[in-house]
């Protein structure tokens, strides 16, 4: 605080005013960790800030950061739309933006808030502390539907801070729907990585559903709406809301986004049941694998996560019924699936979120088959059998692998 200090006092003494923006101020109020600072300064030129800071690191194309001690300090502009996209703006510096000017281009009143760093006056011409309070996300101004980038941003903070998003804000993130597929499959994926991170995911999908854009980057999910199940066993209705409290309920039990993904996606191939055999969803776990595979091409997922979700649809219905199968076939899933990135202990908690209906955690403890598959394979492996078996090797050794287990499992009943 005390370096912070030193910056705002060079500034001020060379005309200009520090102020710490956006975020820091938002966490602050919230009691949130902030986990980083950004600073905006008015009355510089960067030609200005260059000689005051000699030190100083340039990043940004199109307009100038600068970095100090590893701090952010970008000086006050204001921008035009100048096309189509997330990227297609042109931007004004000079030294007579005022900060209410640079405020008042950014997306969400509840980051549209600074704080003079030397005199601790709130700057909030927006009404963003109000809205923090009232726990809102609202548009700061109608500049924010030039940007396509912010529908997705709003969705992810209101799953983030779980916070309502403001009528007149859906209809404008509605307004943004054919720009959104200008967007990068990076800059989607970071939005979607931080909603499913956060504690409640379904409140992004919620929004996007609100604002009917859902259906844009996230065809599968959109796709669960109205796809009725069996009421005897899905009470909660169809694949969707099925789909919100299973990944909601993930995200009780883990903080691995890997299988929170999982989570999410083991039922995608119910999204395309052809109607006339509603509310049955035969094949759905074999149909779910090209889905999980689409929707990361879309999104450009990391492969590590395309290849759990797809564990996941393959295997999340015979786990379910683990106590039902055969011996041999109680085998062919744990051997499979302890080969997969997602592994045993993953599809448990998939498993475990799918079946719950009040009490997660207490559905966890009850799925049985990681327990009893981590023991089989501990107990029966290839040195057991190249002790057993000391001659055979290849086809042959995996095969006698495969049959001594199933006799430990039938002993083991």
């Known amino acids: 605080m005390l370096e912070i200090t030193k ?35 008015t009355g510089f030129t960067k030609e200005k800030f260059q000689k005051i800071f000699p030190e100083a690191k340039i990043q940004g194309k199109d307009f100038p950061v600068f970095i100090i001690k590893n701090k952010e300090f970008a000086l006050a502009r204001k921008e035009r739309k100048s096309g189509i996209g997330h990227k297609a703006f042109e931007f004004v510096v000079d030294e007579n933006i005022t900060i209410e000017e640079d405020l008042a281009r950014r997306d969400l009143s509840i980051n549209s808030i600074a704080q003079n760093v030397l005199t601790k006056e709130i700057i909030d ?105 069996p009421e005897k066993y899905h009470p909660e209705g169809d694949s969707y809301n099925h789909t919100m409290i299973v990944v909601d309920n993930s995200a009780i039990l883990t903080n691995n986004l890997e299988v929170r993904f999982s989570c999410l996606a083991h039922d995608f191939g119910k999204g395309t049941t052809p109607k006339n055999i509603l509310p049955h969803h035969y094949a759905h776990d074999s149909r779910g694998v090209q889905l999980v595979k689409d929707f990361a091409n879309r999104i450009g997922l990391p492969n590590s996560w395309v290849k759990c ?27 499979n699936v302890s080969a997969s990135n997602l592994g045993l202990e993953g599809l448990k908690i998939v498993v475990a979120c799918d079946k719950s209906r009040n009490n997660v955690k207490e559905t966890l403890n009850s799925v049985t088959f990681e327990k009893i598959g981590i023991e089989c394979l501990s107990n029966i492996n290839g040195k057991y059998i190249k002790e057993k078996y000391p001659d055979i090797t290849g086809e042959e050794f995996r095969q006698k692998l495969h049959e001594e287990r199933v006799k430990w499992l039938k002993n083991m009943q």
């Open 7 to 41: 910056i705002a006092n060079k500034i001020k003494k060379a005309g200009g005013t520090l102020y710490l923006v956006g975020g820091a101020i938002r966490n602050k109020a919230l009691d949130l960790p902030i986990t980083d600072e950004d600073y905006c300064v």
């Open 125 to 229: 011409p927006f009404n963003g502390m109000q809205d923090i309070k009232n726990r809102i996300l609202r548009n700061t101004t109608d500049a924010f539907k030039e940007d396509p980038l912010r529908v997705y941003r709003t969705a992810r903070f209101a799953a983030t801070l779980e916070f309502q998003v403001e009528e007149r804000t859906i209809q404008l993130m509605h307004s943004l729907k054919e720009e959104l597929n200008t967007l990068s499959k990076e800059r989607v994926f970071i939005e979607f990585k931080k909603a499913l991170a956060s504690s409640k995911p379904s409140i992004f999908f919620e929004v996007l559903k609100k604002a009917e854009v859902l259906d844009v980057h996230f065809k599968e999910i959109f796709n669960l709406i109205g796809k009725t199940q």
């Open 309 to 335: 979700g797809i564990t996941a649809c393959k295997w999340h219905m015979k786990a379910g019924i683990f106590e039902q199968m055969t011996p041999s076939k109680k085998i062919d899933l744990i051997e």
